[in-house]
């Protein structure tokens, strides 16, 4: 079983529509991360998560929230989708400031 | 901006022969770096890292080099393989935060 999963795995959804990604994890890391990656922009940080209690906007935070609902789990929701979030969407976790753990990728167009 | 940089999208590079994949940053703050491979439908995973207190870390056929002084690490794969080809993504951290830079795609010619 993979360590990151990531549901669903593609998603085509309209304008102004309520989305959310969700991600799971079994590695056990405290650690979560959401990304977004577009073409020649590479990864991009969303939201970041230390712990339950933590959460943390990473560089691109406009148009989304994140929920921790448990160690495990990371959800990404987007309120109100709009074209330029058509991306592909990952979630990673880590232990510490080690390497991360990525997710298989979500992705998402918003028509 | 774009706080890591990768200025080449593409190389080729014969199988047997060494890829050099190259990475600039611009932030001093930054004390530790890792490269991942990414191949096409799957997420990026992890390669190699470097910590800043370091020059130097091999691993098998994969090595990273850090520069400090010139803000720029390399990944030298030898001998590049069929397999290797994918696209390797450098990536650079502070206390909290991981930046990627937007990628090279390599391909490894049989």
């Known amino acids: 079983d993979a360590d990151v999963t990531q549901t669903p795995r593609n998603r085509i959804t309209k304008t102004g529509k309520r989305i959310m990604l969700e991600c799971s994890q079994t590695?056990?890391?405290?650690?979560m991360y959401w990304y977004r990656q577009d073409p020649g922009l590479g990864l991009r940080l969303i939201y970041y998560?230390?712990?339950?209690?933590?959460?943390n906007k990473g560089e691109i935070s406009d148009g989304y929230s994140v929920s921790r609902q448990a160690q495990a789990k990371f959800s990404l929701s987007l309120e109100s989708a709009i074209p330029n979030q058509t991306a592909l969407y990952f979630c990673?976790?880590?232990?510490?400031?080690?390497?991360?753990?990525f997710g298989p990728g979500t992705r998402l167009t918003v028509t | 901006d774009q706080q890591v940089k990768q200025n080449s999208p593409s190389l080729s590079v014969q199988e047997g022969r060494i890829s050099i994949l190259n990475c600039d940053y611009t932030?001093?703050?930054?004390?530790?770096f890792l490269w991942y491979k990414k191949y096409p439908a799957e997420g990026p995973t992890f390669l190699i890292s470097i910590s800043s207190i370091k020059d130097k870390n091999e691993d098998g056929r994969f090595t990273v080099f850090l520069n400090k002084s010139a803000k720029h690490l390399s990944l030298h794969i030898v001998p590049s393989q069929p397999g290797d080809s994918a696209v390797y993504f450098c990536?650079?951290?502070?206390?909290?935060?991981?930046?990627f830079g937007t990628g090279t795609s390599l391909t490894v010619i049989p």
């Open positions: 998560s230390f712990d339950v209690k933590d959460i």
């Open positions: 932030n001093s703050m930054f004390d530790y």
């Open positions: 590695k056990g890391h405290d650690r």
């Open positions: 990673a976790t880590s232990d510490h400031r080690a390497a991360q753990y």
């Open positions: 990536a650079a951290s502070d206390r909290n935060q991981f930046y």
